[in-house]
């Protein structure tokens, strides 16, 4: 069989300037639709335009593919349609001050009634003021003083007239009032009193005792007549409050005369303005100037005044449609909203007015946009989501009342009804782990917006794709990109991609190229981005990435990390890997090494012996040890003990992108046929023994290259890789170069007996006829020759082999 090397052609799919049909992007116009994410965009408009509860929407995808831009895009657009919900503002509860009411008004009338009420305050106190300053206000109480004292003089004065004329008079004494005998207009003394006849002073006696029991119920009568003063008082300062807070609030009723819910809470206002018009005189807190500046708005005013205060927490004046809210700190505070406390005299304070609403409140009515690993990291705000919009109430407490940790007494808002669509951003894994882990999930984000990493290059989108450029180069205020710009920077989107028929999603990647091409292009004081300016930029990306790269690199060509490029080793293969480093990836040659000795079968796989393999490398060696059995000695026991290495290896091994250049050592220590040092390998394979394609494939050869290009390039080096990775190709063009002057090579291959020839030179043999034996030079043959003397050789040493064979 013989293998094709690619052509340089196959290597690098080129863009045409000439045919994008523009000079510079200031000719091309600016692209309002999305480009390449047809999926997400219809994802996005089901789930704006339908109206059933649970059908919140989760938006997914690679970071960079414009998610937040687009979502909030479609939101915006779609909100502008919808009627611009109501505001939200609290009030005092007047029946119970713990619970304070909530109240909704037309969009724009919560701010207005906040500001009246505050001018109604201030009024109030002067319109008080001077109602009890008045001369009006001032005699009737008098009046009511002057009754209230005449009535016990009064009662006392008729009932000295009545005892004068029985013989008696009314004493003042120091323990109170007393009854007392006349004789000649004079008080009869006690011994005067005990020397009268006995009738006498019987019939006195009584009589006394008879006005004693008066006076004592005159007496007794004095706190009923002071409360009822009391009661006149009040009485009089509630119809003098009235009177003067009737106007102030008639012109409120007038102006909010649409509003049921204000009329109503003004009522409740005069009701309490009349009961409590004694406490509305009272003088406002005197506090320091610091401290008054860091205490809430409304607090240095008699609590009598503060319970007429209006505490606006949705404000939607000026609101065009509904609400679009991004909240970039979803705490759970944030989320659902707060109480917060003032300082004041050593205690801390609340009331109605220091009740903050959260993002849900702002975003009632409208949509509420947030980041998924924002919102999960935060303790707690992912729950309180989810029962927000599960009871569709927005209930305002704090953590420690929801979970029960403290028993103080606070405010217990009423809740706020909660109308809302929620969208959530983020990666797909934080998706697909929410659906296995929490089964309430699915119940409240219904609808999934996959956000696709790559945009098919055909030549629709890929018109579009260069409008967007346009837009972008336009929207960043950057020099106009002309053709070749243009196309650089196209060619390098595909390279980003992956694949020659692709382009990059991640908008947020090139928008960075542009940027910094502009840099450069100011740098050489040039008008127009080139392509010059486009490749330099990606030139200095990597350059200040690629410190690590260029650390192996030296101690390769040290022979520090021993890698071989020319010659030909048995049992040894260049193998290719890759090292990711944040956001730059670089291949790089690694030796494989195998040995063989008789044994049972076992294919050791050294780096999953101690702990540095993954799964997926470890698949692939057990799937290439059943290859060589299956494949070699199908009727006889696999009679070998083979060990496999990355050599030099000190970190994990993870893929199975190397099981073929493994199986390639295996099969060259088995039948002790050397392999070209020269040709490095990557790709692995299947029990059927093809070779199957590998990630970042223009990396690993870019990585042996440079290797080879450092040592110098002979003409004999190059790369295996699966065949389906050739649309892969974007390599660099010193790459595409190389292999046009051929001193580098590419070998596409789809089976291992391809790359057997290639690594051998030798042919790789079929079973002639089907079933027969391979052919005598073969590496086939010389590997089932092998594998068939080990399996003998075990069999003839009977119990000995059977032990020697124990690992």
């Not at 207005?112 to 009024?123: A, G, K, N, W």
């Not at 002057?146 to 008729?158: F, H, I, N, T």
């Not at 708005?297 to 009598?304: H, K, T, V």
Request: glycine residues 8%; negative net charge; charged residues 25%.
């Amino acid at each position: 069989m013989s293998v094709k090397e690619l052509k340089p052609h196959a290597l690098y799919r080129r863009c045409d300037p000439a045919k994008l049909g523009f000079r510079t992007t200031a000719e091309l116009e600016d692209i309002s639709e999305v480009v390449g994410q047809p999926r997400a965009v219809a994802a996005l408009a089901f789930g704006v335009g339908i109206r059933p509860d649970g059908f919140n929407l989760f938006a997914h995808g690679a970071p960079g593919t414009g998610k937040q831009t687009l979502v909030l895009q479609s939101l915006r657009a779609h909100a502008a349609s919808l009627p611009v919900p109501s505001d939200l503002c609290y009030v005092h509860n007047f029946d119970d001050a713990r619970k304070p009411r909530l109240l909704q008004l037309p969009a724009g009338t919560g701010a207005t009634l906040s500001r009246d009420m505050e001018r109604f305050v201030d009024e109030l106190r002067a319109a008080v003021a001077s109602a009890f300053e008045s001369d009006e206000y001032q005699q009737r109480r008098q009046a009511i003083e002057e009754e209230v004292k005449q009535r016990p003089a009064k009662a006392l004065e008729e009932i000295g007239e009545r005892a004068k004329q029985a013989g008696l008079a009314v004493v003042h004494t120091p323990s109170g009032l007393l009854v007392a005998a006349l004789r000649g207009g004079e008080i009869v003394t006690d011994e005067a009193f005990q020397r009268l006849p006995e009738d006498e002073r019987r019939r006195l006696q009584a009589k006394i005792e008879l006005f004693q029991g008066e006076v004592e119920r005159t007496v007794r009568r004095l706190p009923r007549w002071m409360h009822d003063r009391r009661d006149r008082l009040r009485a009089l300062s509630s119809e003098v409050t009235a009177q003067a807070v009737a106007h102030l609030l008639e012109e409120l009723r007038e102006k909010y005369a649409s509003v049921p819910s204000v009329l109503a809470h003004l009522d409740r206002v005069q009701r309490d303005v009349v009961e409590r018009a004694d406490q509305l005189l009272e003088p406002e807190t005197s506090l320091p100037e610091a401290l008054l500046e860091a205490t809430p708005r409304g607090f240095g005013r008699p609590p009598a005044l503060r319970r007429y205060r209006i505490n606006v927490v949705v404000d939607n004046a000026g609101q065009a449609g509904a609400p679009v809210v991004y909240e970039d700190n979803p705490t759970y505070d944030n989320l659902i909203g707060r109480v917060e406390h003032a300082a004041q005299f050593g205690a801390l304070v609340t009331d109605f007015t220091l009740i903050k609403g959260g993002a849900l409140h702002r975003a009632s009515g409208g949509f509420l946009v947030l980041e998924a690993h924002k919102l999960l990291r935060v303790p707690y705000a992912w729950e309180a989501l989810k029962r927000a919009l599960q009871s569709r109430r927005l209930r305002i407490e704090s953590l420690g009342q929801a979970l029960s940790l403290v028993s103080t007494v606070s405010l217990e808002p009423e809740p706020a009804p909660l109308e809302v669509r929620v969208v959530i951003l983020g990666e797909p894994l934080l998706y697909y782990l929410l659906c296995a882990l929490d089964p309430e999930f699915a119940d409240l984000f219904k609808v999934t917006a996959d956000f696709d990493d790559q945009i098919d290059a055909a030549d629709d989108n890929r018109r579009r794709y260069v409008q967007l450029i346009a837009t972008l180069v336009r929207r960043e205020k950057l020099r106009p990109f002309d053709a070749t710009g243009v196309a650089r920077v196209l060619e390098h989107s595909a390279r980003l991609a992956g694949d020659q028929e692709k382009l990059t999603a991640r908008i947020a990647v090139v928008l960075d190229l542009l940027c910094e091409a502009d840099y450069w292009a100011g740098q050489a004081a040039a008008g127009v981005v080139t392509a010059a300016h486009v490749q330099q930029a990606i030139d200095a990306q990597t350059f200040r990435a690629d410190r690590l790269r260029q650390r192996v690199h030296e101690e390769i060509s040290r022979h520090i990390i021993m890698i071989d490029t020319a010659g030909a080793t048995v049992g040894q293969v260049n193998g290719l890997s890759l090292s990711l480093l944040g956001n730059f990836a670089f291949g790089r040659p690694t030796r494989i090494t195998a040995r063989v000795r008789m044994g049972r079968g076992d294919v050791v796989d050294i780096e999953r012996e101690v702990e540095l393999g993954g799964p997926l490398h470890s698949k692939g060696v057990l799937i290439l040890a059943a290859y060589v059995g299956a494949r070699y000695v199908p009727n006889r026991p696999l009679a070998l003990s083979a060990s496999l290495v990355f050599e030099q290896s000190y970190s994990s091994v993870e893929g199975d992108s190397a099981s073929a250049a493994e199986l390639f050592a295996l099969l060259s220590a088995i039948a002790e046929v050397p392999i070209s040092q020269s040709l490095a390998v990557t790709g692995s394979v299947n029990q059927h023994g093809e070779i199957q394609v590998v990630g970042n494939v223009n990396e690993k050869i870019e990585g042996f290259f440079d290797v080879c290009r450092a040592r110098g390039l002979t003409g004999d080096q190059g790369v295996i890789m699966p065949a389906g990775n050739a649309q892969h190709l974007m390599l660099r063009q010193d790459v595409v170069d190389a292999v046009a002057a051929g001193k580098f090579h590419i070998y596409p291959i789809h089976t291992v007996d391809e790359g057997l020839e290639l690594l051998t030179a030798l042919p790789a043999g079929e079973r002639e006829p089907p079933g027969g034996p391979y052919p005598e030079g073969s590496v086939n043959r010389l590997v089932e020759d092998r594998l068939i003397e080990l399996a003998e050789t075990l069999q003839t040493l009977g119990p000995v082999g059977a032990a020697f064979a124990e690992p």
